[in-house]
């Protein structure tokens, strides 16, 4: 069974939203610099035919980013809700806990030895001498 990741984690649905949301920034900025270019120059009476039908070509560009850019929001938005719709796996409960059997099992278990401390006592080896006679087989 193949496990879909959730939408938190899905990396083209976060491109989704990042692109269309660069998209309609774009427009807007497009739009509004190239709306305000054309109206100073048509106010100063220095427009030319470059800004009056230009202007006016790239503002629409602008507009049809701005749509774009919405239009992609809108479509993340409907994936969002869509994503809420479909069946999520149960969790599946192997065992349940029995706690009762843990303090069995601790309490079976053996003591480890204690540790040494640096102040206890330490008890001598016998001391083998280097001429005594060992013992021949």
């Known amino acids: ?20 949301l660069a998209t309609a920034a774009g427009g ?8 305000a270019s054309m109206t100073t120059t048509l106010t100063d009476g220095t427009a030319t035919g470059v800004d009056v039908y230009v202007g006016q070509s790239i503002a629409q560009l ?23 719709l479909r069946p999520q796996a149960p969790v599946e ?22 540790p040494v401390r640096a102040d206890a006592p330490v008890e001598a080896e016998p ?3 280097a001429d005594a006679p060992v013992a021949s087989r």
């Open 28 to 35: 807007w900025y497009i739009t509004t610099t190239k709306i």
């Open 127 to 129: 001391v083998v001498e």
């Open 62 to 84: 602008g507009g049809i980013l701005i749509g774009a850019g919405v239009i992609g929001i809108l479509l993340a938005l409907a994936i969002a809700a869509l994503s809420t």
């Open 1 to 20: 069974m193949s496990t879909r990741p959730r939408l938190i984690r899905s990396i083209p649905f976060w491109g989704l939203v990042v692109v269309s």
């Open 93 to 114: 409960v192997v065992e349940p806990i029995d706690w009762s059997a843990e303090t069995e099992t601790a309490a079976a278990a053996p003591e480890a030895s204690e």
